[in-house]
């Protein structure tokens, strides 16, 4: 049986940080990797004892980490997304008409940060509390993905990025949308300091290293986002050493983490879409197989996957009562569908009568809903 992690917080820091693009998988995955999972314990590790924090960073993805990870995560990787935003915000505001895009983006700023000085506040209450925010802007013009949108959520964003501002509890269930949101000096007090960026990205592949390594070079500068320069230098601050993988490709782990992984014997798993481990390197065919287009959408977003020792053998979904139906798509034999059917139902208790609906739903997961 493969170790399960004791806490949320263990469960984050092994896979260096959580998926959060979509909601749900935050939870999910955190559920599949805890020994006693709870839905109550992730939520209160969100939002009660606060030692998670959800922050965009590599890839401009929204990620969940430990407030000990946090510092690193954003000083190697936000600072470059921030950099890109607040450009990106500032060219829309003027193309809206706005005289002067940064003082504006100022101004709101400083609005913001008055408006939520006491309790967090919903999006929709801070554009009333905060009305320039109500401004039109358009995102992808020119595009077939051009949509007009009012100001808030970009600011929100770009705030969020510089450090300002945090996600809270969301208005509705776990697996909502609507987030509230607060200062970031109120929500969590004073964080550990951020290490140089140098340093925190020398940090973040070591990190990655260990929980992803044996991996190539390109896997990582594809996970962080990262220039060829930028990464080459991160990864030259760590002690590594390089492994043949098949194929004979070039592999890289950290020096000493070359020998062989002891066997945890039997196991299978049902991760969420957007899971970490799904989405943890470039070159995926060793344990995605032939199934790339029944598991992938058009964008490159991989779904709920069924896992046995180390490989995608199909994927998942609940129907509308909440049971969750599995799709193979290749022969397992019996022992590992019962491995199977135990997860299936470790997960439905969990999260008892909720429907996970993911964001980005796949060919096998359309096929799976439809009955």
């Not at 991989?302 to 139906?325: K, L, M």
């Not at 470790?346 to 809903?369: C, H, M, N, W, Y």
Request: aromatic share 8%.
């Amino acid at each position: 049986m493969v170790n399960r992690a004791g806490s949320v917080e263990d469960a984050a820091e092994a896979m260096v940080a959580l998926h959060a693009t979509d909601p749900a998988t935050i939870f999910l995955s955190a559920l599949a990797r805890m020994s006693d999972p709870s839905i109550e314990a992730v939520e209160n590790a969100l939002y009660e004892d606060r030692t998670l924090a959800r922050t965009v960073a590599m890839r401009r993805t929204l990620w969940v980490a430990t407030t000990t990870m946090l510092g690193t995560i954003e000083a190697s990787s936000s600072a470059d997304v921030a950099a890109t935003e607040r450009k990106r915000l500032t060219t829309f505001l003027t193309d809206a008409g706005v005289d002067d895009a940064g003082a504006w983006l100022g101004d709101a700023a400083t609005e913001v940060m008055d408006a939520l000085d006491g309790e967090g506040q919903p999006a929709r209450s801070i554009t009333k509390l905060v009305p320039r925010l109500a401004a039109k802007i358009v995102a992808g013009a020119g595009t077939k993905n051009e949509v007009e949108i009012g100001a808030t959520s970009r600011v929100l964003l770009l705030m969020a990025v510089d450090g300002l501002l945090v996600r809270g509890r969301p208005t509705g269930a776990w697996t909502g949308r609507q987030y509230t949101w607060y200062r970031r000096d109120r929500f969590f007090g004073e964080l550990p300091r951020a290490p140089e960026p140098a340093e925190a990205a020398a940090a973040l592949v070591g990190a990655w290293l260990e929980a992803f390594g044996p991996a190539t070079f390109d896997d990582l500068r594809w996970w962080t986002g990262w220039t060829v320069g930028k990464t080459t230098a991160a990864l030259g601050a760590n002690a590594v050493e390089e492994v043949v993988l098949e194929g004979a490709e070039t592999g890289l782990v950290l020096a000493g983490d070359a020998g062989p992984t002891p066997d945890p014997g039997p196991w299978a798993a049902l991760l969420p879409s957007l899971d970490p481990t799904a989405m943890g390197w470039k070159a995926r065919s060793w344990y995605v197989g032939d199934h790339t287009a029944a598991l992938f959408d058009r964008n490159g977003n991989i779904g709920p996957t069924v896992w046995v020792e180390g490989r995608i053998v199909g994927g998942w979904c609940q129907g509308q009562g909440g049971e969750i139906r599995i799709g193979y798509l290749e022969d397992v034999g019996a022992d590992h569908r019962a491995l199977v059917d135990a997860e299936a139902e470790r997960l439905k208790a969990a999260i008892g009568d909720i429907v996970v609906k993911p964001s980005f739903p796949t060919p096998l997961q359309k096929e799976l809903t439809s009955g």
